[in-house]
């Protein structure tokens, strides 16, 4: 069936660093990758998204590229700030059919920035 | 999550109770989705509905009902039936051009 698999599961890093999490997705329809950050006790926040038409996607200090070819994508934060610290999903969509979104997640990624 | 609200916050329930969660957004849009969240995994969904009137289950679907008679809300039922029911909750819909999912901020249920 449809899987995305995530790594690492855990992240420590410098303030200032970069860090980099990476997703392998299963089902080769899929054509939306969303990244969702999530603060302890709330619910995931969308931070960026890449769809399968572009490879690259940058915002400020977050990009996520794409290889659809070997059905990987991957999320990078430059800068790390201790706000970073957080829950970090990705998740692979099937695609749009009849209205529904269908979204399969990681099992998370535990980032952990140090001052 | 602004627009889309969960309560209660915190939920206790005793073995064998039904509990109603409740999810409502005012972006008047209109798919709807249950997910739960178990730690150190990814989230699983539960139920989806993409009109008033209708719903589907999702992978997880065994021990929760839903309705979905109004627009606005969309609750969620844990009965007796679901053997673990203690989980954080989630209720997203989704919205814009592209499809976008965004969600609440969650219900953490307890079973005691």
């Known amino acids: 069936g449809e899987n995305v698999e995530q790594h690492p599961s855990t992240l420590s890093v410098q303030e200032g660093d970069s860090a980099v999490i990476k997703c392998t997705y299963s089902d080769s329809a899929s054509n939306y990758f969303p990244w969702y950050k999530q603060e302890l006790g709330k619910g995931p926040q969308l931070i960026i998204d890449i769809r399968s038409n572009v490879g690259e996607k940058k915002d400020q200090r977050i990009a996520v590229t794409l290889n659809k070819t070997a059905k990987h994508f991957s999320l990078h934060i430059t800068e790390t700030q201790p706000e970073d610290s957080a829950v970090y999903f990705c998740?692979?969509?099937?695609?749009?059919?009849?209205?529904?979104?269908?979204?399969?997640f990681g099992a998370g990624t535990r980032l952990a920035v140090h001052p | 999550d602004g627009g889309i609200t969960q309560s209660p916050k915190y939920l206790f329930r005793k073995e064998g109770q039904n509990v109603t969660l409740s999810c409502e957004q005012n972006?008047?849009?209109?798919?709807m989705y249950w997910y739960r969240q178990d730690p150190g995994q990814g989230l699983r969904l539960i139920y989806y509905?993409?009109?008033?009137?209708?719903?589907q289950k999702g992978d997880i679907a065994e021990g929760y009902s839903v309705s979905r008679e109004k627009k606005e809300s969309f609750p969620l039922t844990v009965t007796s039936a679901q053997k673990n029911p203690t989980a954080f909750y989630l209720c997203a819909v989704t919205s814009g051009r592209y499809n976008e999912q965004f969600f609440g901020p969650g219900t953490r249920l307890t079973v005691l």
């Open positions: 972006l008047n849009h209109d798919a």
């Open positions: 998740a692979a969509s099937g695609g749009w059919s009849g209205g529904y979104n269908k979204l399969i």
């Open positions: 509905s993409q009109i008033v009137n209708d719903f």
